[in-house]
């Protein structure tokens, strides 16, 4: 079949009008403007284009529009302009305009999810970061920060949009735990800045937003537990502790313990030894020697970087025999509830927070949180009224780096036997006061009395 001429015309808005649709698209080449063209669809749409030679000597059409909202005598310039372009700087439009609708695509994919995500990659294959950090990271961006901004793409991100978030969370941290929720605005404000920053590097964003939202005014947190409180602390967990059914668990048909027993048991376990709540939840067999009666942490697992060695008190040990006997197979003895895939790992930090703000609730107990225990303890350690040991080895005993920088030089002792006697005799002070009985007081001659029984049930 011959091939059918090319229809040629000057392309005015007169002769566009009178353009008639056809069974199949067809085009008109304009005569004053070489590849100057319009296409007539079988709808009657008329579109301006410009046909061009790509550098590799093919042929390629650029749209330039429709008319009437382009007229002729604009489409021509255009088409013009497109030529020269070609021919000066062997640009070809049509693949640079692809160009840019990828480019738009992947902008519009490069959302905060989408970067929250390649940091949490980045930082674990990276192993740079203790796994506990990296959970804490996880939480507050999974919880907090992804659902009020991590639709938005991240290089549209504003410092007004953040603000307004941390304001939001401020609010929620207030009403559920009590305060005024800026230490959880200004953590969220901190990993949203430790992401956004990642993204910069990466070529994501220009200027990382966050540096233009101050954050907000803390004051150093003051707040230890009084010995009626760690009273009602301590035996509402013994309650969770004990089996809903006591007549069934002795007859063999009930659960061996109560569904709070993990949290609650890691809870006591984080008073006695006043460590931290990641490295209590996320605690390991492998760590603990029953016969030296130590737990030993590496330093990939302690905050300050440098390993510790926590000597444990009876009250303790005996918290960890009883999960010996329910969890000795396990990976640690505080573990959580089965997954998915009926696996039992050990519990989530953010797991003991929230039973720890359920018991305070149910207390009335305000204001407090569990590292709270922890200021708790080393506020009684070194209290000359209550147990009276020197400040560094309280120091010690909480792992915080002693504060003249000679000693940390010099002495490099690890303490144990001082760290031993101080966490006994606060195990003690604590057994005292779940009984009800008034707190520890110095003896004559600055010793210590322990305790040799069992904590109360």
């Not at 707040?223 to 301590?234: H, I, Q």
């Not at 668990?249 to 709540?277: K, P």
């Not at 330093?299 to 009876?314: C, I, N, S």
Request: proline residues 5%.
């Amino acid at each position: 079949m011959p091939r059918q001429a090319s229809r040629k015309a000057k392309l005015t808005k007169t002769y566009i009008e009178s353009l008639k649709p056809e069974a199949k698209r067809y085009r008109v080449l304009d005569t004053v403007q070489p590849g100057f063209c319009v296409f007539v669809a079988k709808t009657g749409r008329c579109t301006f284009a410009v046909r061009y030679v790509t550098s590799e000597g093919k042929n390629s059409d650029k749209v330039l529009g429709d008319y009437p909202s382009l007229l002729p005598d604009r489409a021509r310039e255009l088409a013009a302009a497109a030529r020269t372009d070609v021919r000066a700087k062997g640009a070809d439009p049509v693949a640079q305009a692809r160009s840019k609708r990828k480019e738009g695509t992947e902008r519009r994919q490069r959302t905060l999810n989408a970067l929250a995500e390649a940091y949490l990659k980045h930082v674990e294959a990276h192993g740079k970061k203790r796994q506990s950090t990296i959970a804490k990271e996880r939480a507050h961006l999974q919880t907090n920060i992804l659902p009020r901004l991590g639709k938005l793409p991240v290089d549209k991100i504003t410092a007004m949009e953040i603000t307004e978030a941390l304001a939001d969370i401020k609010a929620s941290a207030a009403s559920r735990r009590g305060g005024n929720g800026n230490a959880a605005a200004n953590d969220c404000r901190k990993y949203l800045r430790l992401v956004l920053e990642f993204g910069r590097k990466q070529g994501w964003l220009a200027v990382n937003p966050v540096v233009d939202v101050d954050k907000y005014a803390e004051r150093p947190r003051e707040r230890v537990a009084t010995d009626a409180e760690l009273r009602a602390l301590w035996n509402h967990w013994e309650a969770q502790k004990a089996p809903k059914n006591a007549l069934e668990d002795a007859s063999g048909d009930g659960e061996a313990m109560g569904r709070g027993w993990a949290t609650a048991c890691a809870l006591q376990f984080l008073t006695l030894t006043l460590q931290r709540g990641e490295e209590v939840a996320s605690m390991r067999w492998s760590e603990v020697d029953f016969q030296a009666r130590r737990w030993t942490l590496d330093a990939a697992r302690k905050k300050e970087d440098r390993g510790a060695t926590v000597p444990l008190a009876p009250q303790a040990l005996a918290i960890l025999e009883e999960a010996r006997k329910l969890n000795g197979d396990a990976e640690g003895p505080f573990m959580g509830r089965p997954g998915p895939d009926g696996q039992r790992t050990t519990l989530e930090r953010g797991s003991m927070t929230q039973a720890f703000e359920r018991a305070c609730i149910k207390l009335g107990i305000e204001g407090l949180t569990p590292h709270d225990m922890r200021r708790t303890g080393r506020t009684c350690l070194s209290d000359g009224e209550r147990l009276g040991f020197p400040v560094h080895i309280a120091e010690v005993v909480i792992s915080h780096k002693l504060s003249d920088s000679l000693m940390r030089t010099y002495d490099l002792n690890a303490y144990l036997p001082e760290k031993r006697a101080a966490l006994e005799a606060w195990a003690a002070y604590v057994e005292r006061v779940a009984r009800g009985e008034p707190g520890v007081v110095r003896p004559e001659g600055n010793v210590v009395a322990l305790s040799k029984a069992k904590m109360h049930v």
